[in-house]
């Protein structure tokens, strides 16, 4: 036998071992040396950044801001508002502190995943408007670390500017509302009392009747939608949308408790008229069952309420399988207005951004309503907005309550 080659191949033999044998060792180096360590601290550990502290302001008329504190110096805003419930809301985000306080805030899905799905009742409107705040803080703060919108981070703009509409709920108001630039307002069902199971023509026709005044005094080039806030009635809203269809609004917003989304969807079935829903619907798997079942063909996800921007983002993209617009519903502050643009700015199929103010006295720079009837993209770090410190103070602090309504006839209770 020739020694040399067997020689020769022990060696090669015992060299691509040690090779292995080195490789396999470092794989198994940072294993081992993470098997101490908790998941949380396996981020990555350059430029660190933590919050250090989350604040709520209550605010004139009625909403939440809340500011979420990093010690890298900058700050986050968020809106995690539900109506009427103010200190419900201040309560869920003092119970996120543990959590959130020394968290990196970059990450944002995980924290989102965290909030969410830690909690043993998932989802419902107290959970996903304190999250839905936190969210958009997040977004916030991340922008301005890396000096970007936060368009910029959930794929660039897809438009330049974002249509808004405005309200109003006489034919004087609409006047206004078209000399101010709208191209679009919303609008209430006329009434003089809280809608009965049953209405009379009497009923009908002078909601109708009004709305139609709205159309005249608008013209053919205003869109005007209606939002009938699930206050009417099924068995009134039918046979009122038929009424109301001649005047052709842009669209018909929960015609019914979204709730019951099978009804939703059976009322969009008898008429040709958009119906639209969302504000009252949480999550990406509340508007699963409003596409899969067609009972909208426009969704309003509140991004104070339905998870924030990360959600709105996912549902947004769930609604473009349907080809059903998105149209973020908003009447809230400036920061949820902000985080609507973003929204809207970064999604192909948004249709039109709900405002009730476009933040004069509450943020430096407020958006200025442009003669086309829109609003132009924030093109500065984050949300692109700060609070003006100054303007604010004297709107700290409200006491606001839903609105109680009752049947003028037996006082019972009705929808407001």
């Known amino acids: 036998m020739d020694t040399s080659f067997k020689q020769s191949s022990q060696t090669r033999r015992s060299l691509i071992q040690n090779v292995l044998g080195a490789i396999g060792a470092g794989f198994m180096l940072p294993i081992a040396s993470y098997a101490g360590e908790k998941p949380r601290d396996l981020i990555l550990k350059k430029n660190e950044v933590r919050i250090t502290k989350l604040e709520t302001f209550l605010v004139k008329p009625r909403w939440i801001f809340l500011k979420i504190h990093t010690d890298a110096g900058v700050h986050g805003l968020g809106e995690p508002l539900l109506e009427g419930r103010a200190l419900t809301i201040q309560t869920a985000i003092k119970e996120l502190e543990p959590y959130l306080i020394g968290k990196d805030p970059r990450q944002i899905i995980h924290h989102w995943q965290a909030i969410y799905r830690h909690a043993f009742y998932r989802g419902g409107p107290i959970l996903t408007s304190a999250l839905s705040g936190v969210d958009q803080a997040l977004w916030d703060i991340k922008g301005k670390l890396l000096g970007v919108p936060v368009y910029e981070l959930l794929g660039g703009p897809t438009r330049d500017r974002v249509r808004v509409y405005g309200r109003a709920a006489t034919p004087e108001d609409i006047k206004k509302r078209k000399a101010e630039g709208f191209t679009a307002i919303k609008t209430a069902p006329a009434h003089k009392n809280p809608a009965n199971f049953v209405e009379n023509p ?215």
């Open 202 to 416: 009497k009923f009908i026709a002078f909601a109708a009747d009004s709305f139609g005044a709205l159309r005249e005094a608008g013209g053919k080039d205003m869109d005007i939608a209606i939002d009938f806030h699930g206050s009417i009635p099924p068995q009134t809203s039918k046979v009122l949308i038929k009424e109301i269809e001649q005047y052709q609004p842009m669209f018909i917003e929960e015609p019914c408790q979204a709730q019951y989304v099978d009804l939703l969807a059976d009322i969009a079935r008898g008429t040709h008229i958009p119906i639209a829903a969302g504000e009252r619907i949480f999550t990406k798997w509340g508007f699963r069952e409003l596409l899969e079942k067609k009972a909208v063909s426009i969704v309003q996800p509140d991004l104070c309420h339905a998870g924030g921007i990360t959600e709105g983002r996912i549902i947004a993209g769930m609604a473009e399988a349907y080809y059903v617009p998105v149209a973020p519903h908003n009447p809230m502050g400036p920061i949820s207005l902000a985080s609507g643009l973003h929204l809207a700015a970064s999604v192909p199929n948004f249709l039109i951004q709900e405002q009730v103010s476009f933040g004069e006295g509450y943020i430096k720079n407020p958006f200025v309503l442009q003669k086309d009837g829109t609003v132009l993209i924030p093109d500065k770090p984050g949300l692109g907005i700060e609070i003006d410190e100054y303007q604010i103070k004297d709107k700290i602090g409200h006491d606001w309550k839903n609105p109680e309504s009752y049947n003028a006839l037996d006082g019972s209770v009705v929808d407001w």
